[in-house]
């Protein structure tokens, strides 16, 4: 079994330093094969890195003196900020110092960065962003979640067959089942998009296509891969967050309601937690950014200490299943 | 106040024609304002109709000898099926012997019906079908979830009028805060189509626009009016209806899994009820299909009596309001 070296953005999201810090620490301890460069302002990284105990020659800092923030706009800040957590980590992947990037920033920032300094596999027309959903039956790839609005119908068939790929062999998912999101279950249902896409899908006879998929379906688990474009991939990765907070607001509310209820909460309450959090989007690591030269991986904004750990160690499958080799033969020799 | 003549597809939905009938019942039975002209095979709903006592004078039958079912291809079942109950109760409308059309049965065939039949309303460029979505503050209008895939953005700004007249009209919101479903809130984020929509919300000066919503915030109530295309509202009603089960049957997974959960949930389950049923898809009547020369009202294909009923007495206030005039105005003689 090989060892991996990931960089991990110490900067990036709503947590940064703290729990992004703690996070490596947490992945170099649990896991031997693990190498981490925490990339960000040194003194910041090592005043953090002071409360803890760690192997010190698997937890390394390296300096990056910029950050780039949420609200900027990506490829400028890309472009200018040169000594940016983002910029130095992804160039550490490029020049084979690290085998992976973990952020939890600005996902603009990391996109961009990402197609700019590792560049696209060639063949690949479109980088996509592949969060997992939490399903009835356990997890969905969700393609495209990214930038990449207005797709066009090749990058559809391309996103089934990357994200095909990496449920088979990073999920072990055995023939992974692959269907279009659309509006009906009918073949001549959709957009002009969707109705493009539908036959090439059908005749790709390396993926299990099983067909369109309606939303209403997303949350029990009928497909594997979920193949949309970014736009309404965006739609359902942030209305699966916002409805699920609603109807736990409205939930509690239902909880607080008389002094019955409150007692009947508390009989309650631990068994509903822990089904609610085997739920949640971020219960399964970060989102790869699949077809890239290197592996990128984008985290919650929001992560703690242990979605980061998981998003590390994540990396450690990514690379020993070689899937930027296998998109590589697909897309690049391999085309079809 | 007016009175309102309402014709009924008795043969359309899931539970027809028993809910339907008992719906309609309902309906004339509670509003003494209501007349309902039931539509469909005459034998059928005079059998289901023994059943009640009720004002034979306000509740008629009218026969149509043909169903339409849920899988037929639209535009053919509406040419070829004329003495089916949709058509039939259409052209009651188109006659002026009713003044609105419910109906539970195929959407895609009401929808196409609604356009050939009754036509649209001069100036309007497509007829929007506009669901009401359960929020935390309330309820929101997303408008459009019909059959126009691939919308222009001429249409998106109609959607986003006929939305506002509709919320505030029929629904008593004062200034109506109408927002553009996309993937990000600055005004430079998303697909073509929003971009080029954007600026045309932001010129118009009949009603609220307040940006772009992200699909997270649409459940918290963010906006009354979510003006999008077709495909992504689909992605949004249909995502809120599978979430919802699906949060439903792992909560329920929940409650049962020990003895002490099960006693939980005793003390909880009415409350948790009440609570959840305000927040159903299906608890606000029927989704208005706007912009037509007549009012339609399609309902869930799974209504049962209680919404037959609601859907029924909305076109009250529908009529009452003079929706149709206002739209009218709007785009024909108002045109900007």
Do not use: W
């Not at 760690?54 to 609200?71: N, P």
């Amino acid at each position: 079994m090989e060892n991996v070296i990931v960089a991990v953005d110490a900067m990036g999201g709503d947590n940064a330093p703290v729990e992004i810090v703690k996070g490596a620490v947490l992945a170099v301890t649990e896991n031997p094969k693990v190498t981490v460069k925490l990339v960000g302002i040194e003194g910041v990284i090592n005043e953090e890195l002071k409360k803890y105990e760690y192997d010190k020659e698997r937890l390394i800092v390296v300096s990056a003196s910029e950050v780039i923030e949420t609200g900027e706009p990506p490829v400028n800040a890309i472009r200018k900020k040169k000594d940016s957590s983002i910029v130095v980590a992804l160039n550490l992947v490029k020049n084979h110092e690290a085998d992976a990037f973990v952020s939890a920033g600005s996902t603009g920032a990391v996109l961009v960065g990402g197609q700019l300094i590792l560049g696209k596999i060639k063949g690949v027309e479109r980088a996509p962003l592949a969060p997992l959903l939490p399903t009835e039956k356990g997890i969905s790839l969700l393609i495209d979640c990214g930038a990449n609005v207005d797709a066009r119908s090749s990058h559809l068939v391309q996103f089934a067959k990357m994200g095909s790929i990496y449920m088979e062999n990073v999920l072990g998912i055995k023939n992974p089942k692959v269907a279009l999101l659309n509006i009906g279950a009918e073949e001549e249902k959709g957009n002009s998009l969707v109705k493009e896409t539908y036959p090439l899908l059908k005749e790709c006879s390396d993926i299990n296509f099983i067909g369109n998929i309606e939303a209403r379906y997303v949350p029990r688990g009928d497909a594997d891969v979920i193949v949309t474009d970014a736009f309404a991939g965006n739609v359902v990765l942030k209305l699966y967050e916002g409805l699920a907070m609603t109807l736990l607001k409205k939930i509690k509310g239902a909880f607080m309601s008389s002094l019955k209820t409150k007692i009947g909460a508390l009989l309650i309450k631990k068994s509903l937690k822990k089904t609610l959090a085997s739920f949640s989007t971020e219960a399964h690591g970060g989102a790869p950014l699949l077809g890239l030269n290197g592996l990128v991986v984008k985290t919650h904004g929001s992560s703690k200490a242990i979605e980061i750990k998981n998003s590390i160690i994540q990396c450690l499958t990514f690379k020993e299943q070689n899937i930027n080799g296998i998109i590589h033969d697909k897309f690049d020799l391999g085309k079809e």
